[in-house]
């Protein structure tokens, strides 16, 4: 997963103030082209910045500087030829709710690209790869589709997994927005059989569903299971489950919405399963670890000697996406906010410290904060400010947003943002 141009994460500035020069406690009214008030005049200014990234503008990396005719939709940016899955979830997902025309049909243009080539069992993909009936993919242009992520070892990589989950959920959430029962009505089939796939990887022994190396979302970060003899292989992974259980919520909406009933009870009934299994993959501290060995072994359990890192996402996931109750989202915070290594500079780490159970050993490109490896990605952020909003946490989303600002400032949007620094 190389750098991405996400400047999607406008969207999310709709929840926190600004650093800008004027005094938040000032009672001199805000007035600018799109809000204006009085109160937190800050909070005003940075709504206003963050609506002015929705329309072309001289001052700050905006939507329409993702837009290509190639396909008339939006692409990573101009080096990147391509729409990603793991990359614009976040990012998206938050831009959901404040797009108009024409950006709407330029994110469902995209979104096309992976739902028009999804695997069938007999399409041929990139690298001669044909992915089974109802997987998603990494990134995919016109005639073109990475059935796994691209980067790396990709000989013993799974099939996108957790992307399947992730494109799901986005597409599921773009058709409830519209209420457009044509468009439910050809969409509705292709995300069942996403949810088929998925189906394929649940333990009916523990409702718990396997991945192995880089299933999981911020690939190739996740190597599975590494067996006696040096190979990967399949383990439960805790952020196929939270991203499940998100894209159930929703595909369980769209259901009856059209008067499925029956469909929907049966992802109901798929989806309160699948939550109960992932009381399996939380600590005594209320958290979610990473994954868990068919053998018993547990990776992402803060502390330990082994494995002992923290694994952001699916906790935050589990917060933002509501797939934990409130009094399980307040602890998963308290948790994040007693681990400094994770926001060294306000921004949210995918981990901390460095993994130790990659397929590749810490260094170079695989070294702590580089790439996925404690590298930050705006994707990851977004979805942390939907869990700082949900938990009241808003002095959060305001100190994310000033830093965020002063990479918006230089135009240096594309990420990684390695190795954050004021």
């Known amino acids: 997963m190389p750098c991405r141009s996400l400047v999607l994460l406008v969207a999310i500035s709709v929840t926190a103030p600004s650093s800008y020069s004027i005094d938040s406690k000032s009672e001199a009214p805000f007035r600018g082209e799109f809000f204006s008030g009085t109160g937190d005049v800050e909070y005003l200014e940075l709504l206003e910045i963050a609506r002015s990234m929705?329309?072309?503008?001289?001052?700050?990396?905006?939507?329409?500087?993702?837009?290509?005719?190639?396909?008339?939709?939006?692409?990573?940016?101009?080096?990147?030829?391509?729409?990603?899955?793991?990359?614009?979830?976040?990012?998206?997902?938050?831009?959901?709710?404040?797009?108009?025309?024409?950006?709407?049909?330029?994110?469902?243009n995209s979104q096309d690209l992976w739902f028009d080539q999804m695997g069938d069992g007999k399409r041929v993909g990139a690298k001669d790869w044909i992915a089974p009936d109802g997987c998603l993919c990494d990134c995919a242009s016109p005639g073109w589709i990475m059935y796994k992520q691209g980067d790396g070892r990709t000989d013993i990589h799974d099939w996108g997994m957790e992307f399947t989950a992730a494109g799901l959920l986005m597409q599921a959430e773009l058709l409830l927005i519209s209420r457009d029962q044509e468009k439910i009505s050809h969409y509705l089939p292709l995300l069942r059989r996403c949810a088929a796939f998925i189906e394929t990887r649940r333990?009916?022994?523990?409702?718990?569903?396997?991945?192995?190396?880089?299933?999981?979302?911020?690939?190739?970060?996740?190597?599975?299971?590494?067996?006696?003899?040096?190979?990967?292989?399949?383990?439960?992974?805790?952020?196929?489950?939270?991203?499940?259980?998100?894209?159930?919520?929703?595909?369980?909406?769209?259901?009856?919405?059209?008067?499925?009933?029956?469909?929907?009870?049966?992802?109901?009934?798929?989806?309160d399963a699948a939550r109960h299994g992932l009381d399996q993959l939380a600590t005594s501290e209320g958290y979610l670890i990473r994954s868990l060995d068919p053998d018993g072994t547990r990776h992402g359990?803060?502390?330990?000697?082994?494995?002992?890192?923290?694994?952001?996402?699916?906790?935050?996931?589990?917060?933002?996406?509501?797939?934990?109750?409130?009094?399980?989202?307040?602890?998963?915070?308290?948790?994040?906010?007693?681990?400094?290594?994770?926001?060294?500079?306000?921004?949210?780490?995918?981990?901390?410290?460095?993994?130790?159970?990659?397929?590749?050993?810490?260094?170079?490109?695989?070294?702590?904060?580089?790439?996925?490896?404690?590298?930050?990605?705006?994707?990851?952020?977004?979805?942390?400010?939907?869990?700082?909003?949900?938990?009241?946490?808003?002095?959060?989303?305001?100190?994310?947003?000033?830093?965020?600002?002063?990479?918006?400032d230089r135009f240096k949007l594309d990420n990684p943002l390695t190795k954050v620094r004021q």
């Open 54 to 108: 929705f329309d072309p503008n001289p001052a700050y990396q905006n939507l329409a500087m993702l837009y290509t005719p190639n396909w008339n939709g939006f692409v990573e940016g101009p080096t990147w030829g391509a729409w990603w899955v793991q990359n614009s979830y976040g990012t998206t997902y938050c831009a959901l709710p404040f797009l108009l025309e024409p950006w709407t049909t330029f994110l469902q």
């Open 301 to 408: 359990v803060y502390g330990a000697e082994k494995h002992g890192y923290f694994e952001a996402s699916p906790n935050h996931d589990a917060v933002a996406f509501r797939v934990v109750d409130d009094a399980s989202a307040e602890r998963i915070l308290r948790k994040i906010e007693s681990i400094p290594g994770l926001r060294p500079y306000s921004f949210i780490l995918p981990n901390y410290p460095s993994y130790d159970d990659m397929y590749e050993e810490p260094a170079g490109l695989w070294e702590f904060g580089t790439w996925v490896n404690g590298g930050h990605w705006s994707t990851c952020e977004a979805r942390m400010i939907l869990a700082y909003s949900r938990t009241g946490r808003y002095e959060d989303c305001r100190k994310s947003m000033k830093h965020l600002l002063t990479f918006a």
């Open 203 to 271: 333990d009916p022994a523990n409702n718990l569903f396997l991945a192995g190396p880089a299933g999981n979302l911020l690939a190739p970060s996740y190597a599975g299971w590494k067996k006696a003899d040096g190979c990967f292989g399949q383990a439960y992974l805790a952020g196929l489950s939270v991203t499940y259980i998100a894209a159930l919520d929703r595909l369980i909406e769209l259901e009856r919405l059209m008067n499925n009933d029956g469909a929907a009870q049966q992802y109901r009934q798929q989806r």
